[in-house]
């Protein structure tokens, strides 16, 4: 199905589309199935607009200096893994698939933005001496603003799908279209509760807070 900038505008505008830019929902998170709809509703309604199939481009994490200074402080030492780059100060993720299905907000329908968006083979990595812990294959839950990921500790998993960040769209800037691509940014990527405790255990420190400010996001997607 080809979507239009207009069509994807139209999401962005009224649902903060891809985020509110946030986390793909694990088999674990129950907000992530899609809602039952109301008791007066004979059956699911359509969506008003639909991206069945996101084709990239990345989504890029501008880090904030205060981030910088934390790891400096706690020693840690920033990588990228897989097909992740460090450019400009920024982590940047290709997108590898996804969806995205949006209802009309008006009605009883919730999450009225649904779907996810993938970053498979990507992630970035935090070193401290000789432990090494992966952050990997994000996805992003756009119904709940929550950014999910592997956790893996010197190559070894300690999570699947973790629920890694937050993600706070009340500062997303309006769409911005460029060729046939739709960017949306604005978008700060928080640290979540669980990963605080992770990392926390892992380093063997209780510097790492939940809230902890990583970055401002930016969503690049093709939009037909």
């Known amino acids: 199905m080809r979507t239009s900038i207009k069509t994807f505008a139209g999401i962005a505008a009224a649902g903060s589309l891809m985020f509110s830019l946030a986390a793909c929902s694990p088999a674990n998170n129950a907000s992530s199935a899609p809602a039952s709809p109301s008791a007066a509703s004979a059956e699911m309604p359509k969506p008003l607009a639909s991206i069945p199939a996101l084709t990239g481009v990345s989504t890029a994490v501008k880090l904030d200096a205060s981030f910088a200074k934390a790891l400096e402080t706690l020693k840690l030492t920033p990588g990228v893994v897989g097909t992740a780059a460090l450019t400009d100060g920024s982590l940047v993720f290709p997108v590898t698939g996804g969806k995205v299905d949006y ?5 009883a329908y919730r999450p009225y933005v649904q779907g996810l968006i993938s970053h498979a083979g990507s992630g970035f990595s935090l070193t401290a001496g000789d432990t090494k812990v992966d952050l990997t294959n994000f996805t992003i839950d756009p119904g709940t603003s929550k950014l999910y990921g592997d956790v893996a500790v010197n190559g070894t998993v300690a ?66």
């Not at 209802?103 to 009605?107: E, G, L, M, Q, R």
């Not at 960040?165 to 309006?174: A, Q, R």
């Not at 700060?188 to 209780?206: E, H, M, P, Y």
């Open 103 to 107: 209802y009309d907000p008006a009605k």
């Open 159 to 224: 999570a699947k799908q973790a629920y890694i960040f937050n993600l706070d769209g009340s500062t997303l800037k309006p769409l911005q279209a460029a060729g046939d691509t739709a960017i949306l940014e604005g978008t700060r990527v928080l640290i979540s509760d669980t990963a605080a405790g992770l990392l926390n255990k892992t380093f063997k420190t209780d510097a790492v807070k939940a809230g902890m400010l990583v970055g401002v996001a930016k969503i690049t997607v093709n939009a037909k």
